[in-house]
């Protein structure tokens, strides 16, 4: 009896398809790195628009990812440009304090008067300084005759382009006055710089609204009063031209 031969098995093996997933994912997120490196290469809302088209295809969730717009910037106002006026307004009113003060070197050069007057530009202003002795005699008010021409020479050189506030103020040494006309230095520099303010606003050409005196007596002295030629520099009347603009381009009013 024959045997009958058993028919070998061929067994077939069964091939694991479940890496296929993972790498289909990773190609994808390739693709899609690939496309936004692309697309950003050049800012361009073309192609933005276009990256979020091929986003919702791709990951079918309804709406791309760029599809929202760009934000839109608000722009910021730019503070320089209003710090450039104030700036520029604040140099130009110097530029023209500066001409007064050359002018006044001038006439100050021309008369030789270079130990009696003198010019400085501060924070508060053009400050001009003269000498009492060039106005006043010893313990007076009244402004000599001969140096009246003076006062009116100064007059002509305050009559500015563009007005501005002047402020004339006395000033004494420490040494007690006590007359029949004059009971305290204060009261003697006050009256100082309103003899030399008479002269000034005498001009018609200046307007006296423009124009105040004060005195301080001994209580501002610009060196200490421990020698003659100390005093004598404390003995003086000083004329402020007052900026028209601050440093940081505030108009200065009046007070």
Not at 19 to 28: E, G, K, V
Not at 117 to 130: A, N, P, V
């Amino acid at each position: 009896m024959a045997k009958k031969r058993k028919k070998k098995k061929h067994e077939v093996e069964h091939i694991n398809e479940s890496w296929l997933l993972p790498y289909a994912d990773l190609l994808t997120l390739l693709l899609a790195l690939f496309i936004v490196l692309f697309a950003t290469s050049s800012v361009d809302e073309g192609r933005f628009a276009e990256v979020s088209k091929v986003f919702s295809e791709i990951f079918e969730s309804g709406s791309g990812i760029m599809s929202e717009s760009a934000p839109t910037t608000t722009p910021v106002p730019d503070d320089s440009v209003g710090e450039q006026d104030e700036n520029s307004s604040y140099i130009e009113d110097q530029q023209s304090l500066g001409e007064t003060q050359d002018d006044l070197d001038e006439y100050i050069a021309v008369n030789e008067l270079e130990n009696q007057f003198d010019t400085e530009m501060t924070s508060e202003g053009l400050l001009l300084t003269i000498r009492d002795s060039v106005l006043f005699k010893s313990g007076e008010a009244t402004i000599t005759p001969e140096y009246k021409r003076l006062a009116n020479d100064i007059s002509g050189l305050l009559t500015l382009d563009r007005p501005r506030q002047v402020v004339i103020t006395g000033h004494t040494d420490d040494i007690p006055i006590n007359n029949a006309e004059y009971s305290s230095n204060w009261e003697l520099s006050v009256m100082r710089a309103v003899e030399f303010l008479k002269i000034i606003v005498a001009d018609n050409e200046v307007d006296p609204n423009l124009f105040s005196a004060k005195g301080y007596g001994e209580y501002k002295p610009i060196v200490p009063n421990d020698t003659i030629e100390n005093r004598s520099k404390n003995r003086r009347v000083e004329v402020l031209i007052q900026p028209l603009v601050l440093k940081d381009g505030t108009p200065v009013t009046a007070q």
